[in-house]
């Protein structure tokens, strides 16, 4: 048990290193895009690095120069010397991290922008399998993770890399002998680092994705209040959250602590480093075997030589943070996009809106089919009620017509030509779509119905306002049209939201509508503007319907019954009450009529 655990951590470290490679080189590809700048920082941390080494340089040599000779003029060189090296080492300094923060903007910019365009070539399957608050966070946590990274890390590790072989190289050509006592302690350094990194890369993966997990348990909680509190389910929630936060918690707690052992134990390490330089120097100066300056120049390089081994450590666990950030956002980018259209599908022509289904059978995981042998005719014009009991495949079926799935078998035809010859893009443009979640944007009631048709006049939204019967409601308001919607239900009813709604589809002027009865319970009035609305919204085109209204499926042309998958009736509402089916059971039996009628 133990020996299998032991493995396991041992391919998580493996896993861990494996994965920085690709990443890294991925991330590298966007800092090269900007080349120009990149050359101009990375010669600024040469110009760093190399003033930086010159600094003790200077002073060491002036002690054995100067001092020695008591020589008050080259003592007053030496310190504007160093003064201009002093200044001209901040300045490159700063110029570095100008340029590398523009750098680091442009990269984050382009990655914040390829995944949000991404998001929206994915298909409806990818976010119905996602916590959305869980991929929010990729936006936002991850991304601002890689940003803060380049921001410090690269330059970090330049100039790191450089310091420490320029130290080692003036060390070397000063006195080997004593390079070789300045020394002693890297192996130490090493074995400290090795254990500390080991530890902390696996932790931080943990951190990122615990933190993943919490945002998105937090947004699923702030947009499931409503339902939280009709159950009384708050402390159950909030019992849920104190577990997350307190593994977040843990795993940040661990990922932290050694990532603060790392400064004091460098710290120690530097401490011995310069007590071992000044006693063996002290007695090598004795004998002769190098000078005062020597020393000075040593004690000082022995300080420069941990901190950017310290930096590299430091950098190493950023940058592990940073490739699980990137890791993660690649890993989204890299999703496969919503299937392509096939090769040579066509636009589709304007349509009259006839669609049918031959044969089609469709399964949303593998197994058995979700639905199956599904075939009817709906003529241009008709509604057309799916009615059934709930998981029936009702939905499933609008997902096939609207194609954010596609038939295992079988074939859709829309207005004769087979769906999956059609672009996907062309369809959807002909098709509208009024959903229960009557789902409003932030911004104006005139923009938010204007979504149905971006180059819609203020006139036509006003007349599909009118058509819609939320006209007189919307002129109610304070600002009228102007009304801005803050949230999604802001200040306005559940009826009112679906009228809006309603507008917004009969200006789309689709030739096929999906309609998705609102079950909400909705007062007479506003139910009977809402009717009369939908009589506007239907006439002329195609419509199906997922019908909870008696009134909308009596009058539908066709109702479409459909138990497990398949389709058991069909015909108008006094065909299948002739049939004396399910339907009509349906219809006859109190307690199912009500079903019939909410569900
Ligand atoms: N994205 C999905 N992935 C896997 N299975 C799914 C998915 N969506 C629906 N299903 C399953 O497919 C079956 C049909 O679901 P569908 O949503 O089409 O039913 P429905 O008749 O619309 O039900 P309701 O009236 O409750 O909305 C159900 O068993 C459901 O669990």
Not at 273 to 287: D, E, M, P, Q, R
């Amino acid at each position: 048990m133990l020996k299998k655990h032991k493995e396991n951590r041992t391919e998580e470290k493996r896993s861990v290193v494996r994965g920085i490679g690709p990443t890294i080189k991925r991330i590298w590809s966007y800092l090269a895009d900007q080349r120009s700048l990149m050359i101009l920082v990375l010669l600024m941390v040469v110009a760093s690095s190399a003033l930086g080494l010159m600094g003790p340089f200077l002073i060491g040599w002036g002690i054995d120069e100067y001092f020695a000779t008591e020589s008050a003029d080259g003592f007053i060189w030496l310190l504007s010397g160093l003064a201009a090296v002093y200044v001209m080492h901040s300045l490159t300094l700063w110029l570095q991290s100008y340029w590398m923060i523009g750098i680091a903007q442009k990269t984050v910019y382009t990655m914040r922008r390829q995944l949000f365009n991404h998001f929206h070539k994915l298909s409806i399957d990818f976010f119905n399998k996602r916590q959305h608050g869980e991929l929010m966070s990729r936006v936002t946590n991850d991304i601002e993770n890689v940003s803060a990274t380049l921001n410090s890390s690269v330059i970090q590790i330049f100039s790191s890399v450089l310091t420490l072989v320029g130290t080692l190289a003036v060390m070397i050509w000063l006195s080997p002998l004593l390079t070789l006592v300045t020394m002693i302690i890297v192996p130490l350094m090493f074995m400290g680092m090795k254990w500390i990194t080991s530890r902390t890369g696996r932790l931080y993966k943990e951190q990122q994705r615990r933190l993943g997990e919490m945002n998105g348990y937090i947004e699923e909680t702030i947009s499931g209040q409503k339902i939280i509190k009709s159950f009384s389910q708050e402390p159950k929630v909030i019992e849920e959250f104190r577990i997350k936060n307190q593994q977040l918690k843990e795993s940040g707690y661990w990922a932290q602590t050694f990532t603060g052992f790392i400064p004091k134990l460098m710290n120690m390490l530097n401490n011995l480093s310069f007590t071992i330089v000044a006693a063996v120097g002290g007695f090598f100066a004795l004998k002769g075997y190098v000078t005062i300056g020597t020393i000075v120049i040593f004690s000082e390089y022995s300080r420069q030589f941990t901190r950017p081994l310290n930096d590299l450590s430091n950098q190493f666990n950023t940058l592990l943070s940073a490739v699980a950030g990137a890791d993660r956002v690649f890993d989204i980018i890299d999703t496969e996009e919503e299937a392509v259209d096939e090769k040579g599908a066509k636009p589709l022509p304007n349509i009259n809106g006839k669609v049918e289904f031959k044969d089609v059978s469709f399964s949303y995981e593998r197994g058995g089919d979700t639905v199956s042998d599904l075939n009817f005719i709906a003529e241009p014009g008709q509604t057309i009620a799916l009615v059934g009991p709930t998981g029936a495949g009702k939905s499933t079926i609008i997902n096939l017509i609207s194609r954010f799935y596609e038939p295992n078998q079988g074939m859709i035809l829309i207005d004769g030509h087979d769906s999956t010859k059609i672009t996907r893009e062309s369809l959807r443009k002909q098709m509208g779509f009024v959903l229960q979640d009557s789902f409003l944007f932030q911004g104006t009631i005139r923009e938010n119905i204007r979504y149905g048709r971006l180059d819609a006049t203020d006139e036509e939204v006003e007349k599909a306002a009118k058509a819609a019967n939320a006209h007189s409601f919307i002129q109610r308001l304070p600002e009228g049209y102007d009304t801005v919607l803050s949230q999604d239900d802001a200040g306005i009813s559940q009826g009112q939201k679906q009228l809006l709604s309603i507008a917004r589809a009969i200006l789309a002027d689709p030739s096929i509508l999906i309609l998705d009865e609102a079950t909400s319970s909705i007062d007479t009035i506003t139910e009977l503007k809402i009717q009369e609305a939908l009589q506007h919204l239907l006439k002329g085109r195609t419509s199906f319907i997922i019908a909870h209204r008696l009134n909308t499926i009596k009058n539908a042309e066709q109702i479409i019954v459909i138990e497990s998958g398949q389709i058991i009736e069909k015909g108008n509402h006094d065909e299948l009450l002739a049939q004396k089916g399910f339907y009509h059971d349906l219809y006859t039996s109190q307690l199912e009529k009500r079903m019939l009628m909410n569900y």
